[in-house]
T-cell receptor, first 110, second 111 residues
Framework: DVKVTQSSRYLVKRTGEKVFLECVQD?????MFWYRQDPGLGLRLIYF???????EKGDIPEGYSVSREKKERFSLILESASTNQTSMYLC?????????FGPGTRLTVL | RKEVEQDPGPFNVPEGATVAFNCTYS??????FFWYRQDCRKEPKLLMS???SGNEDGRFTAQLNRASQYISLLIRDSKLSDSATYLC????????????FGTGTSLTVIP
C-alpha cells in the first residue's frame, strides 16, 4: 500500500511565523501535490512537483513556497503565516491521476 | 467560474436505496475523470476512475457524458458505510498534472 505521511496532524502558529509542512511518500512517485481544503471551496491546488527540484504553481500559490530536494519529500513553506492561511493542508503523491493523499495537517494561525 | 461543480447535498437515503450524483465540468477539453470518497475528518481516497464507455465496480457505476459535460456516480443497494462526501475530479489535457476537485456531495445512508 502507498503510504503518504505528513509531519503533523494539528499545528497552531502565530501570525508572522514561518511554517514548514512536510510530506513524505514511500512509493517512488514522481508527482507530488499540496492542496488546501476549506468548507465550501473544496480542495485547491497550491503547488505541485513532477520531479526532484521541479515545481509548478497551482491555483493559489500566493503566500506559499515549496521545496523538493528528494523524490520522496515535498515541503510546503508559509513564509509569514497569516490568519487566512488557517486551513486543512493535504499532500498527495501519484504516478498518474490525482493519487494518494496523506492524512492532512490542520493548521490554525492565531 | 468553477471548473467543476457538484450539488453539495446533503443526500439522505435509506439503506438499500439507489442514489446518483452528477458533477458538471466547464472545459470541454477535459481528459481524465475520477470519483473520490472522503469520510469525515479523513483524507480523500480514490473510489474509481471514470472511463469514456462507463465502468462499474460492484455497487458503484460511473458514467461520462461528454456532450453534456458531466460525470455521474450511481450507488446501488446503499450501505450505512457509504455515508461520506463524494468528490469528483477532472483534469485537462493542457494542464498536465493539475487536477480540479469539486466541493463534494454529502451522502448519509439512514438505517
Amino acid at each position: 500500500d502507498v503510504k503518504v505521511t505528513q509531519s503533523s496532524r494539528y499545528l497552531v502558529k502565530r501570525t508572522g511565523e514561518k511554517v514548514f509542512l512536510e510530506c513524505v511518500q514511500d512509493m517512488d512517485h514522481e508527482n507530488m501535490f499540496w492542496y488546501r481544503q476549506d468548507p465550501g471551496l473544496g480542495l485547491r491546488l497550491i503547488y505541485f512537483s513532477y520531479d526532484v527540484k521541479m515545481k509548478e504553481k497551482g491555483d493559489i500559490p500566493e503566500g506559499y513556497s515549496v521545496s523538493r530536494e528528494k523524490k520522496e519529500r515535498f515541503s510546503l513553506i508559509l513564509e509569514s503565516a497569516s490568519t487566512n492561511q488557517t486551513s486543512m493542508y493535504l499532500c498527495a503523491s501519484s504516478l498518474r491521476g490525482p493519487g494518494f493523499f496523506g492524512p492532512g495537517t490542520r493548521l490554525t494561525v492565531l | 467560474r468553477k471548473e467543476v461543480e457538484q450539488d453539495p447535498g446533503p443526500f439522505n437515503v435509506p439503506e438499500g436505496a439507489t442514489v446518483a450524483f452528477n458533477c458538471t465540468y466547464s472545459n470541454s477539453a477535459s481528459q481524465s475523470f475520477f470519483w473520490y470518497r472522503q469520510d469525515c475528518r479523513k483524507e480523500p481516497k480514490l473510489l474509481m476512475s471514470v472511463y469514456s464507455s462507463g465502468n462499474e465496480d460492484g455497487r458503484f457505476t460511473a458514467q461520462l457524458n461528454r456532450a453534456s459535460q458531466y460525470i455521474s456516480l450511481l450507488i446501488r443497494d446503499s450501505k450505512l458505510s457509504d455515508s461520506a462526501t463524494y468528490l469528483c475530479v477532472v483534469t485537462e489535457a493542457n494542464t498536465g498534472n493539475q487536477f480540479y476537485f469539486g466541493t463534494g456531495t454529502s451522502l448519509t445512508v439512514i438505517p
